[in-house]
């Protein structure tokens, strides 16, 4: 009895050692990223907007794990070899493994990551499944990055298991919808940003009905790339996807000289990310805050979080009113960094509790905050009439403008050797860069990398050696019996 009592005391602590971290606000792996992050941040991105280091490390995409896809874009942000590269399920699953694995070292057991590279919808609905469920076992989000130009029977096929269950209870996925892409099914050649709008429309009905014939829910983004040939559409494409209902977020790339230079046409640099905010206001018919909330560098980010009561959109906060600008700084100070999306209800509640035990003002803060966003509403008649006729939903617009590679290239050869550049412009770029908020992983060089390097610098040189691996044309060597 005398030997077995100490090792019981060590076990009794050391199980309640482990609870007290599970349910700790902030998870230390996490906490430690954070730091890490807003370390790297330049100091002109270190402001009372800034999320990354703050609440967040920032988002991640997979590269090299099928950079293949059946439309032709221009631009394109792949490089030349991109389509010459053979999709192979068997591939994509390990490299997936790789990557997710050293992101989740690195930056901690929770994030947003993106299943991307070529055409998604190109794997095998079991292999896609299983990509996303392998992101999920490291804790992370996925959404997959699609043309959209797939059937109801393919979604079905990755979202249920051979005997018709639910793999997932929810999915996400970026649909990336713009007359400048060509060999879309049924149109392979818009004239128009308007003919798509049926393709965009059919592509959010196929989560409704997901939703009603399995429960399965969704979160859907609408990407475009905007060009100097598109950029007066875009007010109207704004207000055709927000009117659909089935979309949360509104995406918008002003185009660079990245990717494959045999798709580069016109002057990508006349449009800028000042330009496509006013064609987004201009589709929404109001004013669309940005500042309270800032994504790495804001000539790379412009992000706008809020809700559609009706046909109005109101942001989560205005910035302009102390009361709400105090919040989104106490939010900062006692809730960055806890996982509210990856935590189940019981868990985040433990979590909430101990940190107002610690915070108990926090409650005053939220109830002010509360107030201050239904006044902007309209009052609670006008807010609890929009809830009743469904009329209240998340929306979400961005505007993520990439650079050029140009640019990228030798700013980022000076950011290895640890020079600052002298130069405005690739001054500029490094600065960008440094506050990335889209990571790709390298787990064989240990490297975390901006996305920008990633397609600028990196994937040329991946691709060539891809297409060496996975060639198109498979040949078979005969076998016995010829």
Same mark, same amino acid.
């Given at each position: 009895?005398?030997?077995?009592?100490?090792?019981?005391?060590?076990?009794?602590? &050391?199980?309640?050692?482990?609870?007290?971290?599970?349910?700790?606000?902030?998870?230390?792996?996490?906490?430690? +990223?954070?730091? +890490?992050?807003?370390?790297?941040?330049?100091?002109?991105?270190?402001?009372? +907007? $800034?999320?990354?280091?703050?609440?967040?490390?920032?988002?991640? !995409?997979?590269?090299?794990?099928?950079?293949?896809?059946?439309? %032709?874009?221009?631009? =394109?942000?792949?490089?030349?070899?991109?389509?010459?590269?053979?999709?192979?399920?068997?591939?994509?699953?390990?490299?997936?493994?790789? $990557?997710?694995?050293?992101? &989740?070292?690195?930056?901690?057991?929770?994030?947003?990551?993106?299943?991307?590279?070529?055409?998604?919808?190109?794997?095998?609905?079991?292999?896609?499944?299983?990509? /996303? $469920?392998?992101?999920?076992?490291?804790?992370?989000?996925?959404?997959?990055?699609?043309?959209?130009?797939?059937?109801?029977?393919?979604?079905?096929?990755?979202?249920?298991?051979?005997?018709?269950? +639910?793999?997932?209870?929810?999915?996400?996925?970026?649909?990336?919808?713009?007359?400048?892409?060509?060999?879309?099914?049924?149109?392979?050649?818009? #004239?128009?940003?308007?003919?798509?709008?049926?393709?965009?429309?059919? @592509?959010?009905?196929? @989560?409704?009905? /997901?939703?009603?014939?399995? !429960?399965?829910?969704?979160?859907?983004?609408?990407?475009?790339?905007?060009?100097?040939?598109?950029?007066?559409?875009?007010?109207?494409?704004?207000?055709?996807?927000?009117?659909?209902?089935?979309?949360?977020?509104?995406?918008?790339?002003?185009?660079?000289?990245? !990717?494959?230079?045999?798709?580069?046409?016109?002057?990508?640099?006349?449009?800028?990310?000042?330009?496509?905010?006013? $064609?987004?206001?201009?589709?929404?018919?109001?004013?669309?805050?940005?500042? &309270?909330?800032?994504?790495?560098?804001?000539? =790379?980010? #412009?992000?706008?979080?809020?809700?559609?009561?009706?046909?109005?959109?109101?942001?989560?906060?205005?910035?302009?009113?102390?009361?709400?600008?105090?919040?989104?700084?106490?939010?900062?100070?006692? /809730?960055?960094?806890?996982?509210?999306?990856?935590? !189940?209800?019981?868990?985040?509640?433990?979590?909430?509790?101990?940190?107002?035990?610690?915070?108990?003002?926090?409650?005053?803060?939220?109830?002010?905050?509360?107030?201050?966003?239904?006044?902007?509403?309209?009052?609670?008649? %006008?807010?609890?009439? &929009?809830?009743?006729?469904?009329?209240?939903?998340?929306? %979400? @617009?961005?505007?993520?403008?990439?650079?050029?590679?140009?640019?990228?290239?030798?700013?980022?050869?000076?950011?290895?050797?640890?020079?600052?550049?002298?130069?405005?412009?690739?001054?500029?770029?490094?600065?960008?860069?440094?506050?990335?908020?889209?990571?790709?992983?390298?787990?064989? %060089?240990?490297?975390?990398?901006?996305? =920008?390097?990633?397609?600028?610098?990196?994937?040329?040189?991946?691709?060539?050696? /891809?297409?060496?691996?996975?060639?198109?044309?498979?040949?078979?060597?005969?076998?016995?019996?010829?």
């Amino acid at each position: 009895m005398e030997t077995t009592r100490p090792t019981m005391w060590r076990k009794a602590r &050391a199980f309640a050692r482990r609870i007290e971290v599970r349910y700790r606000p902030v998870d230390p792996r996490t906490r430690a +990223a954070l730091d +890490a992050r807003w370390a790297a941040l330049p100091a002109t991105a270190r402001t009372p +907007a $800034q999320t990354l280091g703050r609440h967040a490390v920032g988002c991640e !995409g997979t590269h090299g794990v099928f950079p293949k896809c059946n439309l %032709t874009c221009s631009p =394109c942000y792949h490089s030349a070899d991109a389509n010459k590269v053979r999709v192979d399920g068997k591939h994509t699953l390990v490299e997936i493994e790789a $990557q997710l694995k050293f992101l &989740a070292s690195r930056r901690g057991p929770r994030a947003h990551a993106q299943l991307i590279g070529g055409e998604v919808s190109l794997l095998a609905p079991d292999d896609h499944a299983a990509a /996303l $469920q392998i992101m999920r076992d490291y804790g992370r989000e996925p959404m997959s990055f699609t043309h959209g130009d797939f059937d109801y029977e393919y979604l079905q096929a990755v979202v249920l298991d051979a005997d018709g269950n +639910a793999r997932f209870g929810r999915v996400s996925f970026a649909a990336h919808f713009d007359k400048l892409m060509r060999g879309r099914s049924g149109i392979p050649r818009p #004239r128009t940003e308007a003919e798509l709008t049926p393709y965009r429309r059919r @592509f959010a009905e196929m @989560f409704t009905r /997901l939703k009603s014939e399995h !429960g399965i829910a969704s979160y859907l983004a609408h990407n475009m790339t905007v060009t100097p040939d598109n950029i007066d559409e875009v007010a109207d494409v704004v207000g055709d996807v927000v009117g659909m209902g089935g979309y949360s977020m509104v995406s918008f790339q002003p185009a660079a000289f990245v !990717g494959d230079e045999r798709r580069w046409h016109g002057d990508y640099r006349e449009i800028d990310i000042d330009t496509v905010w006013e $064609q987004i206001e201009r589709g929404m018919e109001q004013p669309i805050s940005y500042e &309270a909330i800032q994504f790495g560098d804001p000539r =790379c980010n #412009r992000t706008a979080l809020g809700f559609m009561v009706g046909e109005k959109w109101h942001s989560f906060l205005d910035t302009t009113l102390a009361v709400e600008s105090s919040t989104r700084d106490e939010f900062f100070t006692h /809730l960055g960094g806890v996982n509210f999306g990856g935590s !189940g209800p019981l868990t985040l509640v433990l979590k909430l509790f101990r940190v107002l035990v610690g915070h108990p003002h926090g409650v005053v803060v939220a109830v002010r905050w509360a107030a201050s966003v239904l006044r902007r509403c309209g009052g609670p008649r %006008t807010l609890l009439l &929009a809830l009743l006729r469904k009329e209240v939903r998340p929306m %979400t @617009f961005v505007v993520h403008r990439f650079m050029d590679a140009e640019n990228v290239a030798p700013a980022w050869q000076l950011m290895q050797d640890g020079q600052v550049s002298s130069d405005p412009v690739l001054r500029e770029t490094q600065d960008r860069l440094a506050a990335c908020t889209y990571s790709m992983a390298h787990p064989e %060089t240990g490297e975390l990398v901006p996305a =920008c390097v990633q397609h600028s610098v990196l994937d040329p040189g991946e691709n060539q050696e /891809l297409r060496r691996l996975l060639p198109l044309t498979v040949s078979h060597s005969p076998g016995c019996c010829g």
